[in-house]
């Protein structure tokens, strides 16, 4: 893997090695760094993982719109994580002419458009109209489950990008029936780059995907500063063995970060935004 500074512009097209780029790294409250959301690049083809309330500003400072943006993957409904989305509905529906894919399961579909979505929305400038669908501005592409899993596990193909979506433990802060509890994922990419989103600390979970993804080679973490609450705490990540923490970025941090030193304690780093991690 090697790190490349962009040109001027973020482009969404390569010469066909896997590049993820983050337009942000922060926390939900970041006022710094721009909120978690990744664009995955590979070829002609791109995915954006999540599109926050500040997404379309971060795109913007990399020379990029949200109309140039055409598939997209929700891992669950906050607004670091869906607050960008009905800007980015509305600017191709009305500015590019355009229906987005969104590469999420029938069933939170209809959690991410009835909670989330359909307040704004629902209601188009027809006064005597039918009110739109989640229908009118996305279309949904088929997961196929993939059975046998611990944990709900589905795949999918965004042209050559290769993702399996699984679920997490966010919210609540415990494990529960998975139809009970927040509906939230985190991602692994081409079968080699594991990317958690927002999650508690779950060994659990890591030892499965490293088992199951042996050729990983590269986690991007969830991380807060502190302990408790509903994100894996770098305290906790600490625990972990060396071999597993050398391949850790983390992310979804706070802006105060003095004190932490995660090379020193045998991470890979923080994740930076703004650059392309490159995977040949």
């Not at 199951?212 to 990540?237: K, W």
């Amino acid at each position: 893997m090697r790190i490349e500074k962009t040109n001027g512009k973020l482009s969404l097209t390569n010469s066909g090695e896997l590049s993820l780029f983050f337009l942000g790294t922060g926390s939900a409250f970041t006022k710094t760094n721009f909120q978690t959301n990744l664009l995955v690049i590979k070829g002609k083809d791109h995915i954006l993982i999540d599109c926050g309330s500040l997404c379309s500003r971060a795109l913007k400072k990399y020379g990029q719109t949200i109309k140039n943006i055409d598939n997209f993957h929700i891992t669950h409904s906050h607004a670091d994580h869906t607050g960008g989305l009905e800007e980015a509905a509305f600017m191709n529906m009305y500015g590019a002419n355009k229906t987005l894919s969104m590469y999420i399961t029938p069933e939170y579909r209809d959690v991410l458009w009835e909670n989330t979505l359909k307040g704004g929305l629902s209601y188009s400038e027809y006064s005597n109209g039918p009110n739109l669908t989640f229908d009118d501005y996305f279309k949904l592409k088929p997961l196929k489950e993939i059975p046998g899993s611990p944990r709900p596990l589905y795949e999918a193909k965004c042209g050559s990008i290769k993702l399996k979506f699984f679920r997490t433990i966010h919210v609540p802060n415990k494990k529960g029936s998975w139809d009970k509890i927040f509906n939230s994922t985190g991602v692994v990419i081409d079968d080699r780059i594991i990317f958690t989103a927002d999650t508690i600390f779950d060994k659990e979970m890591l030892d499965w995907l490293c088992e199951r993804f042996p050729n990983t080679e590269a986690i991007f973490h969830d991380c807060q500063m502190f302990d408790g609450g509903v994100h894996a705490s770098y305290n906790e990540l600490s625990t972990l063995p060396a071999e597993l923490r050398k391949k850790i970025y983390l992310c979804h941090y706070s802006d105060v970060r003095k004190g932490f030193t995660p090379r020193r304690d045998g991470f890979a780093g923080f994740a930076v935004p703004g650059v392309y991690y490159v995977f040949d």
